[in-house]
Structures are given as C-alpha cells and as structure tokens.
C-alpha cells in the first residue's frame, strides 16, 4: 500500500455476518462469531472488514430491513458484541466498516407503525411514500413501478393508501423530503462514528431521492432486469434505455445528502470514509458520488458485470481511471458480493477466478474481497425449500434469489457444518466443500487462500502495489493484458485458453496465478488463464 490515507488502496473484505461463523449454535452468525474469526482475517491480510447489516431487524431481506439502526439484533448479539468488536478488528490492526441502508426502514420500524396508525396526509406518514391508487376505488397502484424483487412496488394499507417499496413489501422507502430522515440517519452516522467505526457502506446510495413518482415507467418489467447485479445478460445498449432516466434512482437530490454526510465525516479523526453502492447509467455517473465533498469510494460495478474478456477488462480500467481524474477519488475492484454469483461460478472456473484476482489486486485503488472468495468458493447449489431470498419467494421461484453466494463459510474440513458452528447452518452446505476450508487451503501451497495471502503480503511490501496512478499499458497479443507500474512491476493477464508467449522487460516472478509458465531470455510462456506479477 502506498497511499497515505488508509480507505485509498486498501483491501477491505466483506462479512456476511450471518454465514460468516456461528459462536452460539443457533445456526446463524453472529458477532462473536466474527470476533473469533478475526485472527485468520489479520493472518490474511486484509485492512478492513465491511459487515452487512447487524441491526435490529426481523430479516426478511437479511437485515437490509432495519428496525433499529442504532442497536443489534439478538440474532448477532448485542450492542456490547459490537463494541467489543470493532474494539478487537482494532487491536488486530484492522478498520471497521459499518452498513448504513438509508433508502427505507423494516415495516417494523416505529416509524412505519406510526405512519399506519396515524391518517392520510400525517407528518408520520409523510416520513414514507404514501399514495391513495388509481381506479375509481382507489384499488389500483398509484404507479406501474415493479420492486427490484418482483411484484408491484406498491402495498395497499387496511385504509387504502399505499406505500412505495422499491424492494420487499417489508421494506418501507423513507421520503427524503421529509427532514426527520435527515436528522435520524445523522444521528445513526454519529452514533456509530463514536463507537469507533472507520467508515460507512451506503445501501442503495442511488435510491433514497424520488422525483415524479406517480409517472409510469415505459417498461417495467425489463427495468427491473436491468437493475438486478446478478442479472447479466443485458445488453449495455439496452441497460442505457432502460436505466437512462429513472425517476427514483440516481436524482441530484441524493448528492446533497452526501454532501452533508460527508461533513459528518470530516468532523471526526482518523481518515472516516464511506463507499457508495451506486448502481447508474452509464458508469461514468458514479464518480458524481465521489466528488470532493461527497463519499470516498463508489463500487465498480461496471467492471464486476464484465466476463473474462481481456479487451473488455483493459477497457473498462482505462474508463474507470480516466472517470475518476477529475474527482480525485481512487478506483475500487470488486469481483462480486452478497447479491451477485461468486465470481468463480461468474466466469466459469476457479483458475480464471484466480487471475482476475491478480489482476485487480495489481491496478491502482482499493479492492474488495466477499468472504469465501479468498477460498475460491463457487455459488452453491440449493434446493428451492432451503431458498430464502425476497427474490425468490416474491418471483414465485422464476428468480432463484442470492442465497447461492450467502451459504455459511467452511472453516474445518473435519467438524461438524465444517466448523462453522454446532448448529444445522440457516443455508445447506455442499457436500463437497471439504475441498475448500480454510484450514485446508492455509496449508496448501497452491490454493486460493495462499495466492491471496501472498498478493495482500506484496500489495503491502511491493511499492508500485496500491496505490494510484495509471498502468502503463505494452502491446499484447490478442486476449492478453500487459502493464507495467513504477517502480518495478510489470503484469501480463493471459486471459486466453493457450499458452502464450510475450516478451517482458522483468527478470524475476513475484507471483502467479496459476503454475505452468516459464521465464527466459525476457520471454514469458504463460500459461492459459494466469496472470503474473513480475520485477522489472
Ligand atoms: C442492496 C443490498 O446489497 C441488498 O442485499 C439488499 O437486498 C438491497 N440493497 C436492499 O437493501
């Protein structure tokens, strides 16, 4: 790492704090869980964690329904875990990120009960998006919107109001018009800066400022495929009519919100930061969140969405690095998530997994690894009864929904639910993962754990790793990838299925994917489907 504020070039890894590790044997993770994981997170490498949400919530979209920002639900613990958490990440050397979810409460809020206690056209309800419907009763939504996970965004109340939920129906969206949203989420934002955390995930960074809501959308249907991060076989051509102008995603408004956040932030010690979840047409827009008085960083996801393509994957980093001049704001390098296939299973193969990996670890800024991934895990298959998602259950099962990538993590290839608690885990594990536990793979000196143990060592050691700047680009052959970045690394990304031979200035091998290639006489032969870091 080179860049002296920490968020810059860091290597931040995302728990999932229900499938991360489960202390009590209930079956779900918990914070202590994650407490007792921490060891092997500092023996990897990683600079901070970012934990999905733990707050007070009755878990119908995996806690991204919160009732209570500002307390824990039992499920994970209490208030007392997540203090003796983020203090344990600090002693290990290692930040704290929390989520923040300010597109919409659970119905469970207190909030959303006053808002269906009190009249039409009330303060309470005035804190949510509530609309009387179409029809001559009313009996019809007021608009066409579809939720991201199907079905109409739209749930009618026992007076006959409707809400707005651009999610699950549990989901209430907050009207941000409203300034008690405001002033509560500053309050959340405060009450965890003073517990200590070094920074904020925005949910839904783009949702939250709503225009026009009573207008149609032309397609709807579409729309919410062209929303979906798991969704990938949509064109960017028809992705941009559809997302081009959306009335409740990627509004001016939101930028005031980060601007004051962002004040927030400048207020407390310690380099605070906060990463948007910003998903909008076209990508270029996403370096609008990371303008100087905005957010830090803003997840890649154009890059994320791409296959294994070495043309695409050059274009996509010389775009996202010229669109981030202007701001100031370094890259981010996602390969996937909570929401999205494992990147394994993304692009077909754990050896091609492997030398994205790399090659994202090699570019400039920060990267963000999903727990599981430095294992090399794949989406798991699962039986639909054992499907959770909102996804699935409100599509009917057309949409198998992203428990896939949230199947509990396998730390012992000999105990019971492979170490992951005594508990029957919430997600059925494979049978087959043995293969892939940590305590497996930390001794195997060609596994996934061990390639990535060893790029976080050099991100931290090599000085032309992390950091900033632009590669250096060098001719390559059709399907290859080949930059250098000063002083003395040079990369070659063989994302082809042959042997290739390229002719580079290095003298040594830092790393590799995968084995299989040879150095001689400044000739590499790489290896099908490897990436290498070499001196130069
Ligand atoms: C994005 C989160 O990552 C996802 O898991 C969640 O379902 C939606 N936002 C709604 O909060």
């Known amino acids: 790492m080179n860049s002296p504020v920490w968020w810059r070039d860091a290597a931040i890894y995302q728990v999932y704090p229900r499938s991360f ?5 209930d079956g779900e993770g918990d914070l202590q869980g994650v407490i007792a994981g921490l060891p092997y997170l500092a023996d990897l490498g990683v600079d901070a964690i970012w934990l999905s949400p733990f707050y007070k919530s009755p878990n119908k979209d995996g806690g991204y329904d919160v009732s209570d920002p500002r307390d824990v639900d039992p499920r994970f613990g209490t208030l007392a875990d997540a203090k003796d958490l983020i203090a344990a990440a600090h002693a290990h050397g290692i930040k704290f990120i929390t989520d923040i979810v300010p597109n919409h409460f659970s119905a469970d809020h207190r909030w959303f009960q006053e808002a269906l206690a009190a009249p039409k056209g009330s303060i309470a309800r005035s804190r949510f ?4 419907g179409r029809g001559e009763n009313g009996e019809m939504p007021p608009n066409n919107w579809i939720s991201i996970f199907r079905g109409p965004a739209w749930t009618r109340t026992p007076d006959g109001q409707w809400y707005l939920h651009l999610f699950d129906s549990s989901q209430p969206d907050l009207n941000w018009d409203n300034p008690d949203v405001a002033a509560d989420f500053e309050e959340t934002l405060r009450f965890w800066l003073d517990l200590g955390v070094d920074g904020f995930r925005i949910d839904v960074a783009h949702g939250s400022v709503k225009e026009d809501i009573l207008i149609d959308h032309r397609d709807p249907e579409r729309l919410v495929d062209a929303l979906r991060l798991d969704f990938l076989e ?10 081009g102008d959306i009335p409740f995603f990627d509004r001016e408004g939101v930028h005031d919100i980060y601007r004051s956040w962002r004040r927030i932030l400048n207020e407390y010690s310690g380099d605070r930061m906060a990463v948007a979840e910003a998903f909008v047409y076209p990508s270029s827009r996403a370096a609008r969140y990371v303008r100087q008085d905005e957010l830090n960083q803003v997840f890649n996801f154009n ?14 980093i010389e775009g996202t690095l010229a669109e981030l001049v202007d701001v100031k704001a370094p890259a981010t390098w996602v390969l996937n998530n909570h929401d999205t296939p494992r990147v394994v299973t993304r692009i077909g193969s754990a050896r091609k997994a492997r030398a994205l990996a790399m090659l994202t670890h090699s570019l400039p800024g920060g990267i963000y690894i999903y727990q599981g991934e430095e294992l090399g895990l794949p989406s798991a298959d699962l039986p639909d009864a054992a499907r959770q998602d909102p996804a699935f259950i409100r599509s009917g099962g057309t949409d198998k929904g992203r428990d896939e990538c949230r199947v509990p993590l396998p730390w012992s290839s000999t105990l019971a639910n492979y170490g992951y608690g005594a508990g029957k885990p919430w997600l059925p594990q494979p049978s087959d993962w043995a293969q892939y536990a940590m305590d497996v793979e930390v001794k195997v000196p060609s596994s996934s754990w061990t390639l990535y143990k060893k790029s976080l060592a050099l991100r931290h050691s090599h000085p032309a790793l992390g950091g900033e700047g632009v590669p250096t680009w060098i001719d390559a052959p059709l399907g290859v990838m080949h930059f250098t970045r000063e002083p003395g690394l040079e990369v070659v990304v063989n994302a082809t299925d042959e042997r290739v031979t390229v002719a580079v200035s290095g003298t040594s091998i830092l790393l590799e994917s995968a084995d299989g290639s040879s ?16 001196q130069h």
């Open 129 to 132: 998006h509530f609309y009387d």
């Open 303 to 316: 890059f994320m969405m791409l296959g294994w393509d070495a043309a695409a994957m050059k274009a996509s």
């Open 234 to 243: 949509i064109s960017e051509a028809e992705r941009a009519g559809l997302l």
């Open 21 to 25: 590790r489960d202390s009590n044997g």
């Open 519 to 534: 150095l001689q006489d400044g000739r590499l032969a790489i290896a099908a489907n490897t990436t290498i870091w070499l």
